[in-house]
C-alpha cells in the first residue's frame, strides 16, 4: 500500500512550484519564445530596430504571455544611459503647461523613456536648484518649458546634456529651442477686434517678467498704431496670468468708470476672470463687451459663450520639445518649428453694440 505525502512534503513541494513561477522572466526568454535574438528584442525594447512588423508582433506576443517587464536600469546601463529626461516646467497644475506634460510623456512612453517633472515655480534660484537635483540624478537630457534660467545657464548645462528650451530663441551647440510668436498672436487679435469696429480696447497684460508676456503686450500696442488707433494707457492694465488677476483688471476699470467696448487679455485665464466681472456688473459678452483670450485652453470652449482666442498648441509643444530630444539623443540635429498662431473666432466677440 502506497503511503501518502505528508503535509510537509506537500508545502514543501508548492514552496518549489511557488519559486519557480517566481523566477524573473529574461530577454533570452521572450527571445525563445519569440523566435528570435535576445539582440533583436533589446532593440525593438529600446525603440531602435528597424524589424518586419511579424517579428515586432512575436515579440509583444511573448512579452504579454511570459509577463516580461522591462528593467529600465539595466537597459539604461547597458546603453550608457538612465533612460530618463528631466522637464522643468513652472507650474504643475497650470492647465497650459499641464497639456505640454502630457505631450512630453506620451511621446516618451512610446519608446520607453521616463519623464522626471519638477516645478521651478518661476523663480530662478529655483529652477537652478531643479537643474541640479535632475542632473545629479544623472537624466540623459533636460527639457526647460519656458522659465527664467539664463541663456549662458542654458548653454553651460548643453555642454554635457542636450537641451531642449520653450519660449525663447537661442542658437547654440546641443540646444533645441521652440519659439511660438506671441507677438503675431496678440497682433492677430488686437487687429480683430478693430476690424469689427472696436477703438476702446483693453488689455489684461501678464506678469512682465515673463517673456511672452511682453511679446503679447507688443504685438497688442503693434496692431492699435498700425491701424491708426490711440493708444489708451489707462486701458492697459496689470495682470499675473491668473483668473484673479483679470478679474481685478476689469472689476477696477469698472470701479473708475472707463469706457471700452472689447477686452484683449493676454491669456485665457484671465479672460474667465474678466468674465465673471462683467457678469457680476450685468455686462453681457458680446453684446455689451466683446472678450478674447489667448492659448485656446480646453475650457475656452465650453465658457458661456466660448471664448475667442489665440490657438497655442501646448499639447503639440511638448510632443515637438520630446521629439526634439529624442533626436538629439540619437545623434541628429532637428530642423523643428512651432506651428503659427491661429485666431479660433466664437461667440465672446461682436461688433459693438454702440
Known amino acids: 500500500m502506497k503511503s501518502r505525502p505528508g503535509k510537509s512534503q506537500s508545502i514543501s513541494g508548492k ?23 535576445p539582440s533583436t528584442v533589446s532593440r525593438i525594447l529600446n525603440g531602435t530596430a528597424g524589424v518586419a512588423d511579424v ?9 504579454d504571455q511570459l509577463g516580461f517587464i522591462p528593467n529600465p536600469v539595466a537597459r539604461g546601463l547597458a546603453g550608457g544611459r538612465t533612460l530618463s529626461i528631466g522637464v522643468v516646467t513652472q507650474s504643475l497644475d497650470s492647465p ?18 521616463t519623464p522626471l517633472f519638477i516645478s521651478g515655480q518661476w523663480n530662478q534660484l529655483e529652477e537652478a536648484r531643479c537643474l541640479d537635483l535632475l542632473r545629479a540624478r544623472r537624466v540623459d537630457g533636460i527639457i526647460i518649458l519656458d522659465g527664467r534660467v539664463d541663456d549662458a545657464d542654458v548653454c553651460s548645462l548643453a555642454r554635457n546634456l542636450p537641451v531642449v528650451i520653450t519660449g525663447r530663441s537661442l542658437q547654440a551647440p546641443n540646444v533645441v529651442s521652440l519659439h511660438f510668436s506671441n507677438f503675431e498672436g496678440a497682433e492677430q487679435a488686437t487687429q480683430y477686434l ?14 512682465p517678467a515673463h517673456q511672452d508676456a ?32 483679470g478679474l481685478r483688471a476689469v472689476e477696477g476699470l469698472l470701479r473708475e468708470g472707463k469706457k471700452f467696448s472689447a477686452i484683449f487679455a493676454a491669456n485665457d485665464q484671465m479672460a474667465f476672470g474678466a468674465a465673471l466681472a462683467l457678469y457680476r ?12 483670450g489667448f492659448d485656446d485652453l480646453q475650457p475656452s470652449v465650453y465658457a458661456i459663450p466660448p471664448l475667442t482666442t489665440v490657438h497655442q498648441p501646448s499639447h503639440e509643444m511638448g510632443t515637438l520639445a520630446a521629439t526634439a530630444m529624442l533626436q538629439l539623443l540619437h545623434g541628429e540635429r532637428p530642423v523643428l518649428s512651432m506651428p503659427s498662431p491661429r485666431l479660433i473666432v466664437r461667440e465672446s466677440t461682436a461688433a459693438p453694440s454702440r
Open 214 to 245: 511682453l511679446e503679447r503686450q507688443h504685438g497688442y500696442r503693434a496692431a492699435l498704431r498700425a491701424r491708426g488707433v490711440a493708444i489708451d494707457e489707462e486701458l492697459v492694465v496689470p495682470g499675473n496670468f491668473s483668473e484673479e488677476s
Open 15 to 37: 514552496l518549489e512550484i511557488d519559486s519557480q513561477r517566481r523566477l524573473p522572466v529574461t530577454i533570452e526568454m521572450v527571445a525563445k519564445t519569440a523566435g528570435v535574438s
Open 194 to 207: 478693430i476690424e469689427l469696429g472696436h477703438r476702446r480696447i483693453v488689455f489684461i497684460a501678464g506678469d
Open 96 to 113: 497650459f503647461y499641464g497639456a505640454a506634460l502630457r505631450g512630453i510623456e506620451i511621446e516618451f512612453q512610446k519608446v520607453g523613456y
Open 55 to 63: 517579428k515586432r508582433q512575436a515579440v509583444n506576443s511573448a512579452i
Open 281 to 292: 456688473h450685468a455686462l453681457h459678452i458680446p453684446d455689451d463687451i466683446s472678450l478674447i
